[in-house]
């Protein structure tokens, strides 16, 4: 049996051959398919969202109306200054997590198997950073949300707050480099979590994310101006409720860019080493 060629078929639609795609491309196009198994492994198991969603609304709902009335006199105007600030410290947090997982992935022996793959040696890494932030822009858009609920309102307009989520967004993808070189050193998963508690903790409750700098100890307030969750959280607060953005703002995107500057290189030496 042979097959006949058609002479009046258009030689377009003859597939065309894709050219050799560059290691940078391949790599990003492998660390997005690793970061869509996360995603759909999160939409699988909802109890893994809990922690970027359910947590911060109890944060939000303790901070507003346990200290809300002592701090700016009633929780309706604390809400106004607390909400930008909860939403950075929701991940700063949570970037903890991706420290964590990794930590966890490397003890079920799962990154083992990556490498059997004909994939990029750093996708597994950006495959679960993006994943990640996925699942804190969720977080992000839930909070806004359930803050509008609560009586938060803005008159920012659109592009205000996709702003306001991008310098948060950019935040977490540096806070998440560090732990994904301390997921690389420390062996146990509880570790991770019990070390990023501890710088955590102090740079998100001192600052002003949850009070102004200028009703803090003079001692305190000198760490607090310079801390850049403070930072973040000016900047986020500026863009949504009026105030300087462009002082902060630069200042967080610039940390931002030093961290990953020298973290990112720094977990992925780590982890070949370890893998």
């Known amino acids: 049996m042979t097959t006949t060629l058609d002479p009046a078929r258009p030689a377009s639609t003859v597939p065309a051959r894709r050219g050799p795609s560059t290691p940078f491309a391949s790599t990003l196009r492998h660390g997005g398919t690793l970061a869509w198994r996360g995603i759909v492994k999160t939409v699988h198991s909802p109890e893994a969202l809990l922690d970027v969603t359910l947590q911060p609304v109890i944060f939000l709902l303790l901070f507003v109306y346990v200290f809300g009335g002592a701090i700016s006199g009633d929780p309706a105007s604390y809400l106004q200054f607390a909400l930008p600030g909860v939403l950075v410290q929701t991940v700063v947090f949570a970037s903890a997590g991706t420290g964590v997982g990794l930590a966890d992935d ?46 938060f309102r803005s008159d920012a307009g659109p592009l205000a707050f996709v702003a306001a989520m991008g310098l948060v967004m950019a935040l977490a993808f540096a806070l998440c480099w560090i732990f994904t070189a301390l997921a690389m050193v420390v062996k146990e998963p509880r570790s991770v979590q019990g070390l990023g508690a501890m710088v955590m ?6 600052s002003s994310a949850f009070v102004p700098a200028d009703t803090l100890p003079s001692w305190l307030r000198a760490f607090v101006e310079i801390n850049p969750v403070s930072k973040a959280a000016d900047a986020v607060r500026g863009l949504l409720n009026g105030g ?3 002082g902060p703002a630069t200042a967080t995107l610039v940390t931002a860019a030093m961290v990953v500057a020298v973290f990112a290189p720094l977990a992925v030496v780590l982890y070949r080493r370890r893998t």
């Open 106 to 151: 490397l003890k079920t022996g799962i990154f083992d198997r990556f490498r059997s793959l004909p994939i990029s040696r750093t996708a597994p890494l950006l495959g679960a950073i993006g994943a990640d932030l996925v699942r804190y822009l969720t977080s992000g858009v839930i909070m806004l949300a359930f803050g509008a609920v609560l009586g």
């Open 201 to 206: 903790l102090p740079l998100t409750f001192g």
């Open 244 to 246: 300087p953005v462009l």
